[in-house]
């Protein structure tokens, strides 16, 4: 049975959370220590005991006072131990996991979606990223609820380091107008006044607060405990509190390792008198628990915060809640705590003050007790419902958009993309995205089709009789981001786990400027780590892009998609490549097999003509499959010595007329249009692991093998493409073939497609050159 969404009706005990937070306070730093004596390692294991107690109040008030089954939450990365011992206490993790922190197949440094046993909603680590994808997922349920009809209520929260809001990607989502109104989102930030290195200089947390508001959000700070506000609301309380606010952080921040008459001494330096009047009456051994009485360690404030989060619906929330870093450790507030280590000593210490001892010390909370019975309703009642079986989605083998006999790739992707869409099944999971680049990317059909979506409906003020129609409404299937590739991949990683996270299955494809993929690149890689399935078009891509210039002309992105894991990269020249490969690639997202692609394409116009001839010599079948499987033998050698060309996307023009030209030079050269090197690497390259592996010689069974044919095998290899030359290089040692790898090693400029050809040594007659260099031993 799942929780209603909604805040449980009575709070329970505070006595009982108190006692529950003390035994997922004691589990993390435990776990961490226990890692760390395991002896078995040479280097350090690390983990953080005081990051993780900075933050046990706010996660034991979230998940033993506040969040219901559906609610999906991100884990400030470096508490991940918080909640593990949660999980362990509610019943959801074996407790032999307990002692096999950051171990090889036990539990992660950071939490993990896919590799944790008690299965995280959002993996986090990379600071930034996991603060914003509760927003993304929230943006993804809003998309889902307008045209698969709502779901269960449900809130989308990250708890989240104060140090993380330094990256510029939190700023990024939270100003971006699609990322706007979302009522269900809360950010819980740890405001320890800490980082890794340092105690942040200066009064950050006013400026914080401001950016949030002027962002559209409604900001909470619970700043004082119990026990300050009680203080301040007495006569005179009013300069202790002035004096608190006013306090630098690194000052405030000094006092954690004093106490006593000292402390008293270093707190009233500066103090206005009303304030040393004011706790003339307050005795020194309660002076320190006093002033260090914030609101970030108090259940009963945290919990009033986030029924306020609630309350507000129309916008999301920040809560600003003030801990201490390490509090309830002996390295509570040091400025060097971030991975500093409780000794022996102080382990044992603390074992005692929780009423624990060696036999004792990995338990569960008794299950007959008030604390108990919490964690067991708890366990019961989260995040355990199934996931729905995934639907069946036709995709066809290709759309059959008619395409033009000169057209470039990224035009031939704008035309299937409509055409796909013209089926209601299929168009009914397809989602687009764009960091505005819609347009140029070659979206504008399928928008004028199908609608930009907006939860409201709103009027195209521009009319409707224009070219590109842009009357956002519930039913619109593009989603049109600000410039920000961050947020690009941020949210297709989470519209690609909309089955996994809403149950309703989306097939999402972004367009982006081919050279800014790397703008986005944490992000991406980010959202593959999650194991997201997602399209990815890059477009323009290369030199080829000309006149636009040399800043925008990418070089080093089939390398990413190359060598990135759970994406497989894809280039190809010809029109119905295109509609082969992205019908291909919407099927590979709904299969639970599957993977992400990335179609890199260009906006050069080229003859189609030599892929009509192919096909009517190998066969539209076989062709598709050598398509798919990342080549095919695009044109057959003359008579003459051997020499092998190779090349992916729009120098495809160039290098037919050097082989045609080299042909009469006596040399019968074979051109193959590799449609994906990540495809012809990876079968390489898995056959030889594998052979090694297991020991066997491998048997050449590889598409490879059939794209350079035997008698070819000791031909030289001439690889061309627009990207960095390194990029097919490899491919001369799969058969022991010398190579002579051309591509682009330099930055762009501006200039027309012949003039940056020609620099860079695409021209036919330079290839030819190249090709007879190849043949010199
Ligand atoms: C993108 C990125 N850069 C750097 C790091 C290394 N790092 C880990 S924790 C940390 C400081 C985090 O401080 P904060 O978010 O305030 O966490 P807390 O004080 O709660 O430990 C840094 C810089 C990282 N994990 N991710
Ligand atoms: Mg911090």
Not at 307 to 312: N, P, Q, W
Request: charged share 20%; proline share 7%; aromatic share 6%.
């Amino acid at each position: 049975m799942a929780l209603p969404a909604g805040p449980p009706t009575t709070d329970p005990n505070l006595a009982t959370l108190e006692e529950i937070e003390r035994r997922v306070l004691w589990l993390s730093v435990r776990m961490i220590d226990y890692a760390n004596r395991r002896g078995e390692t040479e280097i350090k294991v690390g983990g953080h005991q005081a990051s993780s107690a900075s933050m046990v109040s706010i996660m034991t008030a979230l998940w033993f006072g506040h969040i219901g089954g559906e609610d999906k939450v991100a884990i400030k990365p470096h508490a991940s131990p918080l909640y593990h011992s949660i999980k362990y206490l509610t019943g959801e993790l074996d407790r032999s996991y307990l002692t096999r922190l950051r171990d090889f197949g036990g539990l992660q440094s950071y939490p993990s979606r896919t590799k944790d046993p008690d299965v995280a909603d959002f993996s986090t680590g990379s600071v930034g990223l996991g603060a914003v994808a509760p927003l993304f997922s929230a943006a993804t349920r809003r998309f889902v609820d307008a045209h698969h009809g709502p779901r269960p209520p449900a809130r989308f929260i990250a708890t989240v380091g104060d140090a993380e809001l330094d990256e510029g990607n939190v700023w990024e989502a939270i100003a971006d107008p699609a990322l706007q109104g979302l009522g269900n989102v809360t950010l819980i930030v740890d405001l320890n006044r800490q980082s890794l290195d340092r105690v942040v200089p200066g009064i950050q947390s006013r400026r914080l607060t401001r950016f949030f508001a002027e962002a559209g959000w409604h900001v909470i700070e619970v700043k004082y405990g119990a026990k300050l506000l009680a203080a301040f609301a007495r006569e005179g309380g009013d300069a202790l509190r002035k004096h608190i606010d006013d306090m630098p952080n690194e000052e405030y921040q000094s006092l954690f390792s004093v106490e006593g008459p000292e402390l008293r001494t270093r707190f009233l330096e500066n103090a206005d008198p009303a304030v040393e009047r004011f706790l003339s009456t307050t005795d020194d051994s309660e002076l320190g628990p006093l002033i260090r009485n914030l609101g970030g360690h108090d259940i009963g404030e945290l919990l009033k915060a986030y029924r306020r989060a609630d309350a507000v619906t129309d916008r999301p929330t920040v809560v600003f809640a003030y801990t201490v870093k390490g509090r309830g450790l002996p390295i509570a507030g040091d400025p060097m705590n971030h991975s500093a280590l409780l000794s022996e000593n102080q382990i044992d210490d603390l074992r005692a003050s929780m009423d624990l001892n060696a036999d004792t010390e990995w338990d569960r909370l008794d299950p007959e007790t008030d604390a108990g019975r919490i964690c067991a309703a708890v366990g019961a009642s989260i995040n355990n419902e199934p996931t729905p079986p995934r639907p069946t989605i036709q995709v066809p083998e290709a759309s059959g958009a008619a395409q033009k006999p000169v057209t470039s790739s990224q035009e031939a992707f704008g035309r299937v993309l409509v055409q796909l869409g013209k089926d209601p099944q299929l168009a009914s999971r397809l989602v687009t995205a764009s960091p505005d680049v819609a347009v140029s990317t070659n979206l504008g059909g399928w928008i004028n089709a199908q609608g930009v979506f907006s939860p409201i409906e709103s009027p195209d003020y521009h009319g409707t009789d224009r070219l590109l129609k842009w009357a956002p409404g519930p039913q619109g299937r593009h989603i049109e981001l600000g410039i920000s590739e961050m947020n690009l991949f941020l949210l297709l990683g989470q519209l690609g786990l909309s089955h996994e996270h809403h149950g309703e299955m989306l097939l999402p494809i972004g367009t982006v400027y081919d050279p800014f993929v790397l703008r986005g690149l944490d992000a991406l890689i980010y959202s593959l780590y999650n194991d997201s399935k997602f399209i990815i078009v890059g477009t323009p891509s290369g030199v080829t892009l000309a006149p636009e210039g040399g800043a925008h002309q990418s070089s080093i992105t089939p390398s990413v998609g190359l060598e990135l894991p759970g994406i497989v990269a894809v280039e190809p020249a010809y029109g119905e490549a295109v509609d082969w490969l992205l019908s291909r690639a919407l099927r590979r997202l709904a299969d639970p097999d599957g993977s992400s692609c990335y179609l890199r394409l260009s906006t050069r116009p080229i003859d189609q003509a030599p892929f009509a001839a192919a096909k009517a010599r190998i066969g539209a079948t076989a062709l598709r499959d050598a398509v798919l499987s990342g080549g095919y033998r695009l044109r057959e050698p003359g008579s003459g010595e051997r020499l092998i060309i190779t090349a992916s996307g729009p120098l495809m023009p160039e290098v037919l007329q050097a082989a045609d030209m080299l042909d009469e030079e006596g040399i019968g050269a074979t051109v193959i249009d590799v449609t994906s090197q990540d495809l012809l690497f990876r079968e390489w390259h898995t056959t030889m692991t594998g052979a090694a592996r297991s020991a066997t010689i491998p048997v050449d069974t590889s598409h490879l093998a059939t794209l350079i044919l035997p008698e070819e095998r000791t031909a030289p290899i001439l690889t061309v493409h627009d990207a960095s030359p390194h990029s097919m290089a490899w491919l001369g040692s799969v058969f022991g073939q010398r190579v002579l790898p051309l591509g682009v090693n330099r930055f762009g400029e501006s200039g027309t497609i012949a003039e940056l050809y020609e620099a860079m040594g695409f021209l036919p007659e330079q290839l030819v050159n190249s090709a007879l260099v190849a043949f010199e031993r």
